[in-house]
């Protein structure tokens, strides 16, 4: 044999052995991988409030601290860009994706931050356009400006609500919120408008009609248990009506409580029951997705479960860990950042569980605190300022 010969065979055999060790080791994989696409422009850093990532036909567009911007999810290229005027700052934001519209909440940059978001601009989600603004906006309102498939904004003014339409800021309908009453979230849906209220010490649900902003009715969001005065109440749907209870501060266990669009209790989901922690919650279709752990419970569980809000039951449950997640066309995509074996991302039945795809990422996943999905790609939300997100690649 030449020497030739040898080198030939040499390098065959580093290249199948190589091979076999990609699929027998534990690890990125090749051909069943996350490629990295390109990384969204770092940030500088900045208070809390007004972040936000959507996806807006093939853009993907992000809301900081300072303005909005919009991204080619393919290249990256920048689309857009708005700003907020001079020496203000963004504290709020929410995006009726259907309607290409988006509401930015924002209020004057001051050394002590103590001023409240009085300001609101409407931006076209295609071109980065102002629409309209106001002012004269009650409160912080990064949890209290909403947008509907239907194309209704609503806001928070003088303890009223005020129903706007969503591309001309015209107004449409004020309603009150009743005497002492705060809202801590508001759900916007074709049929009906919903706000979670803290009155005095009473925790409410109340339902508005979209068209003229008649109160339907009002009812306490936990009878049974009642919710501490101080705790923190938001709305995760408003079709069906769903409100999520957490503590004061975050602290204590989670409950997210379901009603019937006539305000009947519903279905129930505790942390106090099988899931001693429950963090990233999403409703669709009538079904609760959330980001759960079991607390001093064998076997331990720590991942993602699907949840009937018709009556509270657990539908499935995958395990594996999980840092974000994105349901959409019947799926569940699922990112599971983890420094000992690996991140993955998994895609699953949304009604069933049954697990469709598994990738191993070429990169590491650093903190994901969201994912977003179109055609081939896939978008995980980091929430640092460095690198705000990353787009991958399906290979």
Same mark, same amino acid.
């Given at each position: 044999?030449?020497?030739?010969?040898?080198?030939?065979?040499?390098?065959?055999?580093?290249?199948?052995?190589?091979g076999?060790?990609?699929?027998?080791?534990?690890?990125?994989?090749?051909?069943?991988?996350?490629?990295?696409?390109?990384?969204?422009?770092?940030?500088?850093?900045?208070?809390?409030?007004?972040?936000?990532?959507?996806?807006v036909?093939?853009?993907?567009?992000?809301?900081?601290?300072?303005?909005?911007?919009? %991204? &080619?999810?393919? $290249? @990256?290229?920048? #689309? +857009?860009?708005?700003? *907020?005027? !001079? =020496?203000?700052?963004?504290?709020?934001?929410?995006?009726?994706?259907?309607?290409?519209?988006?509401?930015?909440?924002?209020?004057?940059?001051?050394?002590t931050?103590?001023?409240?978001?009085?300001?609101?601009?409407?931006?076209?989600?295609?071109?980065?356009?102002?629409?309209?603004?106001?002012?004269?906006?009650?409160?912080?309102?990064?949890?209290?400006?909403?947008?509907?498939?239907?194309?209704?904004?609503?806001?928070?003014?003088?303890?009223?609500?005020?129903?706007?339409?969503?591309?001309s800021?015209?107004?449409?309908?004020?309603?009150?919120?009743?005497?002492?009453?705060?809202?801590?979230?508001l759900?916007?849906?074709?049929?009906?408008?919903?706000a979670?209220?803290?009155?005095?010490?009473?925790?409410?649900?109340?339902? %508005? &009609?979209?068209? $003229? @902003?008649?109160? #339907? +009715?009002?009812?306490? *969001?936990? !009878? =049974?248990?009642?919710?501490d005065?101080?705790?923190?109440?938001?709305?995760l749907?408003?079709?069906?009506?769903?409100?999520?209870?957490?503590?004061?501060?975050?602290?204590?266990?989670?409950?997210?409580?379901?009603?019937?669009?006539?305000?009947?209790?519903?279905?129930?989901?505790d942390?106090?029951?099988?899931?001693?922690?429950?963090?990233?919650?999403l409703?669709?279709?009538?079904?609760?997705?959330?980001?759960?752990?079991?607390?001093?419970?064998v076997?331990?569980?720590?991942?993602?479960?699907?949840?009937?809000?018709?009556?509270?039951?657990?539908l499935?449950?995958?395990?594996?860990?999980?840092?974000?997640?994105?349901?959409?066309?019947?799926?569940?995509?699922?990112?599971?950042?983890?420094?000992?074996?690996?991140?993955?991302?998994?895609?699953?039945?949304?009604?069933?569980?049954?697990?469709?795809?598994?990738?191993?990422?070429?990169?590491?996943?650093?903190?994901?605190?969201?994912?977003?999905?179109?055609?081939?790609?896939?978008?995980?939300?980091?929430?640092?300022?460095?690198?705000?997100?990353?787009?991958?690649?399906?290979?």
């Amino acid at each position: 044999m030449s020497l030739g010969q040898w080198l030939a065979g040499v390098l065959v055999l580093a290249v199948v052995v190589g091979g076999i060790a990609a699929f027998v080791m534990p690890g990125y994989v090749p051909t069943n991988g996350m490629s990295t696409v390109w990384h969204a422009p770092g940030e500088s850093e900045a208070p809390e409030g007004g972040a936000a990532t959507w996806l807006v036909g093939d853009s993907v567009v992000r809301s900081r601290f300072d303005g909005v911007t919009a %991204f &080619d999810v393919r $290249s @990256g290229k920048k #689309r +857009w860009e708005y700003l *907020v005027p !001079a =020496r203000a700052e963004t504290c709020g934001a929410s995006a009726d994706t259907a309607a290409g519209v988006a509401l930015i909440a924002y209020r004057q940059a001051r050394p002590t931050k103590d001023e409240n978001c009085a300001s609101v601009a409407a931006v076209g989600l295609t071109d980065g356009r102002e629409l309209w603004r106001a002012a004269g906006v009650s409160g912080e309102l990064q949890n209290k400006v909403v947008t509907s498939g239907g194309g209704l904004g609503v806001l928070v003014v003088g303890g009223r609500l005020r129903g706007v339409d969503l591309k001309s800021g015209a107004p449409r309908w004020t309603t009150p919120l009743g005497k002492g009453c705060v809202p801590h979230g508001l759900g916007v849906a074709p049929k009906q408008v919903v706000a979670a209220l803290m009155c005095g010490t009473e925790a409410t649900l109340a339902s %508005f &009609d979209p068209a $003229s @902003g008649t109160t #339907r +009715w009002t009812v306490p *969001v936990d !009878a =049974r248990r009642g919710v501490d005065a101080d705790g923190l109440l938001s709305v995760l749907s408003a079709d069906p009506p769903t409100v999520r209870v957490d503590g004061p501060n975050g602290t204590g266990l989670s409950s997210v409580l379901a009603f019937g669009p006539d305000g009947r209790d519903q279905g129930r989901v505790d942390g106090a029951g099988d899931f001693g922690e429950i963090s990233t919650t999403l409703v669709k279709a009538g079904r609760l997705y959330a980001i759960a752990a079991t607390k001093g419970v064998v076997p331990a569980f720590s991942g993602v479960v699907a949840f009937d809000l018709a009556n509270g039951a657990q539908l499935w449950r995958k395990g594996g860990g999980a840092s974000a997640l994105d349901v959409s066309d019947g799926r569940v995509t699922i990112v599971r950042p983890s420094y000992k074996h690996g991140d993955l991302m998994y895609v699953v039945d949304a009604a069933t569980g049954d697990e469709e795809d598994e990738r191993d990422f070429q990169d590491r996943v650093s903190s994901a605190g969201d994912v977003l999905t179109f055609q081939d790609l896939v978008v995980v939300v980091h929430g640092g300022t460095e690198r705000p997100f990353t787009v991958y690649d399906r290979w």
